[in-house]
């Protein structure tokens, strides 16, 4: 299409000023209607423009004074315990840091819960002997309202040792980012500090109590006056990405000379070296998970930084928000504090638009416009980088294109009066003049979970690695998908949900997302149908030479957190808790007893006596103390056993019936029996060596 122009006079619809400013000013307010909302999709644009700028900019210097302690996997490993742990480490890691002269010690860590008593007496002495412990409280939200309806301080004891505390709750954007940090909030008639304010009075000299002063526009905390991006927010100046700080694993804070690491390789005195070096002398130190099974990670603008996208650490949210107030390097959105400044920004554009594109053309006018809209970015950019600036970008880049349109329509009304011939040409092209919808607000994703009865069920495929060494790789994947597809179909078919694969594993719950009271009944069933359908599978692959798989699988009821965790755009489905690991270590004690299905006694307790079970022993798995009664899954009342397998049983029980007895020649008879019956019964084989170690012992 060739350029379009008015009427010879030049005062024509088409490039006079009339229609000029009416399509700088109209696309102006629809650009500003369409962008007033902080939820809507558009805004959720301008968010990620400013994680853009974030990246591009790449890390800023942070403060040496600030560190972090993670509550990380390592620890736990070298702990050789999962979080959370006994408060007596906690009291130590204080006192260390204490000798080490730590300025301030802030925990990103609630104590609202009572548990050991002593354990968190010695916690709170330890806290009083530092005298520069800053402790972390949270507020629980209506879920309907969004409004606070509770504070939860940290426990009395320990409230009253510490210097004071803080509130810790995240603040999350539309996108589930977070970018802003509070000052404080108003609940009833007291004012509540969060977590990095409390901190700068400690580092001031000012009493725990001293009051925010809290204006619309700024906050004042002793020497500090904070720019707010709304009335509660400041909008923090990230120093980059996760681990932006310096860190230190919090089992290496435990470790001097007068402590001994579970885990020996673990336990090198590290600690005392550092105490010598001065490595927290004088500085802030921040004490907060890290491990991703903890799930306090969070977006921020850093998250996609040269193409990792790896979530930050809450803890360190603080520390980004601490850095920011103690540099005074703020980030600032004009737009934000002012009516004006967005529309006239966006008005601004909008007019060049239109004015250069009523005296170049459509095609020329196009390229204008999209240089303008880039001029705009460029722009952005370079007030981000220099002061600091978050000028938006969304609505004057919106607006530019919808005045683009309008003069374009304009000038094609024009050609239409003046050319009728063309007017036909052109008589069905209609411009896009506004948006057809506002995307509604989203309803924000719950991270974390509730806590829930459910039934877990985990299997494996036994001697895998050694399966996998002699099959070609596409075979053992064609051979693992036919695998992985049958057992699945049997696990969906009895509702239970597919947790996750890994490899040959398979992770499932019963009971969720909808519940069901005969969870743990299901998933037996499962289980058995699971392995029948396993050994139909073995038959069919023996006749094609192939060699049958066999696996084990273990299955737990018990109280456990499911729900979505992660974050909003990145998040699983899943179960996490004790009761969680205790289901996984049941199918590896199948190893022990030479058995393809191990339930618990409290997944046996709930599926009713409808299962016919045999009571293997009392054991001890990892990461527990007390024993757990287990069983082996054998079949169902309702399908009854064959009679050679009810004598293995009854002789099985015979023999466990008089070792528990003492009667151990009895005991040996019985097993001997059942291994007559069936010389592969684990079971049987491994009493029957207990037995008989026992009478070799007493002989």
Request: hydrophobic share 45%.
């Amino acid at each position: 299409m060739g350029r379009v122009g008015g009427s010879k006079s030049g005062g024509g619809v088409g490039r006079g000023w009339t229609p000029t400013l009416v399509s700088a000013i109209g696309a102006t307010l629809i650009a500003s209607l369409l962008c007033c909302s902080a939820f809507t999709f558009l805004e959720k644009i301008e968010l990620s423009f400013l994680d853009m700028r974030f990246r591009l900019r790449g890390p800023v210097e942070r403060s040496d004074e600030i560190v972090v302690i993670a509550i990380d996997q390592t620890s736990e490993s070298d702990l050789d315990q999962p979080y959370p742990w006994d408060r007596r480490l906690h009291a130590r890691l204080i006192d260390n840091l204490h000798r080490a002269g730590a300025r301030l010690i802030v925990f990103d860590v609630v104590f609202t819960e009572g548990r050991d008593a002593d354990a968190t007496a010695e916690l709170a002495e330890s806290i009083r002997r530092a005298g520069n412990v800053i402790l972390a409280g949270k507020m629980l939200l209506s879920r309907s309202h969004g409004r606070a309806v509770t504070i939860l301080p940290p426990l009395d004891a320990l409230a009253e040792a510490a210097w004071g505390w803080g509130l810790i709750d995240q603040l999350s954007d539309s996108d589930n980012a977070v970018r802003r940090y509070g000052t404080s909030i108003m609940f009833g008639a007291d004012q509540y500090p969060t977590l990095a304010l409390q901190v700068l009075k400690a580092y001031h000299h000012l009493p725990p109590d001293a009051p925010v002063e809290e204006h619309p526009d700024k906050a004042r905390v002793g020497p500090y006056e904070i720019p707010k991006y709304d009335r509660q927010t400041l909008l923090i100046n990230y120093r980059g990405p996760a681990r932006s700080f310096l860190q230190y694993s919090y089992s290496n804070v435990l470790d001097d000379e007068s402590f001994d690491l579970p885990r020996e390789e673990a336990d090198t005195d590290i600690f005392d070296l550092w105490l010598e070096q001065g490595v927290f002398r004088h500085k802030i130190v921040f004490i907060g998970y890290t491990a991703q099974e903890l799930h306090d990670l969070i977006q921020t603008p850093f998250f996609g930084y040269q193409r990792e996208k790896v979530l930050t650490p809450g803890v360190e949210m603080h520390a980004n928000a601490l850095n920011t107030i103690m540099a005074g390097d703020y980030v600032f959105r004009p737009a934000r504090g002012s009516l004006w400044f967005r529309p006239l920004l966006a008005l601004l554009w909008a007019f060049l638009a239109c004015f250069l594109a009523a005296r170049v053309g459509v095609f020329v006018g196009l390229a204008v416009t999209v240089g303008l809209a880039a001029g705009e970015l460029v722009l952005a950019f370079w007030l981000f980088e220099a002061y600091g600036w978050w000028l938006d970008i969304v609505a004057p880049v919106l607006a530019t294109g919808l005045a683009y349109s309008s003069q374009t329509t304009w000038l094609y009304l024009a050609e239409q009066r003046d050319k009728r011939m063309i007017r036909g040409m052109f008589s069905h092209y209609v411009p896009s003049r506004v948006v057809d919808e506002i995307i509604l607000r989203p309803d924000l994703l719950t991270l974390g979970g509730e806590e829930r009865e459910l039934t877990v069920l985990f299997t494996d495929v036994e001697s895998f690695t050694t399966i996998s060494e002699g099959m070609p790789p596409r075979e053992l994947a064609d051979h693992l998908n036919n695998y992985l597809t049958a057992m699945s179909e049997i696990i969906l078919e009895n509702q239970g949900i597919i947790d996750k694969f890994e490899g040959d594993a398979i992770m499932a719950e019963f009971g969720a997302p909808v519940f069901f009271e005969d969870h743990a009944r299901r998933a037996c069933v499962a289980a058995l149908q699971m392995q029948a359908r396993l050994a139909e599978l073995g038959r069919q692959w023996e006749e094609e030479g192939l060699h049958a798989w066999r696996c084990r699988i273990g299955v737990h009821t018990g109280d456990m957190i499911v729900g979505n965790m992660g974050s909003r755009d990145l998040f699983d489905y899943t179960v996490i808790g004790d009761n969680v690991n205790l289901g996984a270590r049941l199918e590896v004690a199948n190893k022990i007893y030479g058995t393809r299905i191990m339930i618990s006694e409290a997944t046996r307790g709930q599926a009713g006596d409808g299962m016919i079970v045999r009571e293997l022993d009392d054991i001890v798995v990892k990461g527990r103390t007390r024993p757990v009664k287990v069983f082996e899954l054998v079949g169902m009342r309702e399908r009854g056993l064959d009679p050679g397998r009810e004598d293995l049983l009854a002789a099985y029980e015979r023999g466990r019936a008089a070792s528990v007895a003492g009667e151990w020649k009895a005991a040996l008879a019985a097993f001997d029996e059942a291994l007559g019956i069936n010389p592969e019964d684990g079971p049987s084989r491994f009493h029957r060596r207990k037995v008989e170690t026992h009478l070799q012992e007493h002989s």
